[in-house]
């Protein structure tokens, strides 16, 4: 199993990027709370990482720390929540703002989450309230930078709301909700927000309902 990677991040296009390992690039998925946390690209980076093999594809998740990749290898036991699910969770909400809300048995904060039903709500506090004591300290172990990366290549000027909105529509989002969390994040940023941070406000907004 891939358990970590450290290596010059190449490419962040959420909620994918591209690490360079020694000259393997490794496509890894990562969730938002991750991205908000990544440096910029040509800097040497280390991820905690969970490997997925499936029949038709190997898939690679990447995390900030182990207490997040801990939180989604306990998430995709829980009936019902795969991998992707379990991804766009953490993107919508914080790992120790999930334990908070399983703790207090928030089901409509649950809910507010895409494709969080009133039932996958239920059956994540049930199976995953006595799980989730060993994960309520957060490691102190993040990114590890080990410098800037040489010779990064110069980014093309970006589509900043369009990219957000395919990440949210990644995430699980419809077109047409992506579309209007995104522009409502973009009038309260301005015109010249980023990427990740559209994507931050739009998530913020659609959590808080």
Known sequence: MIGRLTGELVEKTPPELLIDVSGVGYEVEASMNTFYKLPDIGTFVTIYTHFVVREDAQLLYGFAD??????FRTLIKVNGVGPKLALTILSGISAPEFIRTVHNEDVSALTRLPGVGKKTAERLIIEMKDKLSKLESPTAIEFELSGQGV????QPKQDHRADAETALIAL?????QATKAIEQAANTLGADAETEALIRQALKMMVAG
């Not at 182990?66 to 939180?71: D, F, T």
């Not at 699980?172 to 047409?176: Q, T």
């Open 172 to 176: 699980g989002y419809k077109p047409m």
């Open 151 to 154: 010779g990064a290549p110069v």
């Open 66 to 71: 182990k207490q997040e990749r801990s939180l």
